[in-house]
């Protein structure tokens, strides 16, 4: 099974975006689904996860970025509102469960100031 994330773009500062991932094939036992990014020559970071229903988000993110999960797709989503060029990265979906990590390819977010 792979994550497929998608969504991205360029985008001007103060824009919007949704990311969406889900996974190619049936998955089970997911516990924790997050988006993680990771901008050119920085470690990729945690940016926000679900796990049974809660949700958790980094500071940086905090009250502009929303995620989301259909539970019948086991897709996950990530509105981001009010980019800022400190926001540029790749976007990556991780889903967490007892088997060990599944991580999607990336998705590229520009934001442009």
């Known amino acids: 099974v792979q994550l497929q994330a998608s969504g991205g773009g360029l985008v001007q500062a103060g824009g919007s975006l949704r990311l969406s991932c889900s996974p190619s094939g049936r998955i089970t036992g997911v516990r924790v689904m997050g988006w993680y990014r990771q901008a050119a020559g920085k470690q990729r970071e945690w940016v926000a996860s679900?796990?049974?229903?809660?949700?958790r988000y980094a500071d940086s993110v905090e009250g502009r970025c929303t995620i989301t999960s259909d539970s019948g797709k086991k897709a996950i989503y990530l509105q981001m509102d009010d980019l800022n060029p400190e926001g540029t990265a790749v976007y990556y979906c991780?889903?967490?469960?007892?088997?060990?990590?599944?991580w999607g390819q990336g998705t590229q977010v520009t934001v442009s100031a």
């Open positions: 679900i796990t049974s229903g809660h949700k």
């Open positions: 991780k889903y967490t469960s007892a088997w060990g990590d599944c």
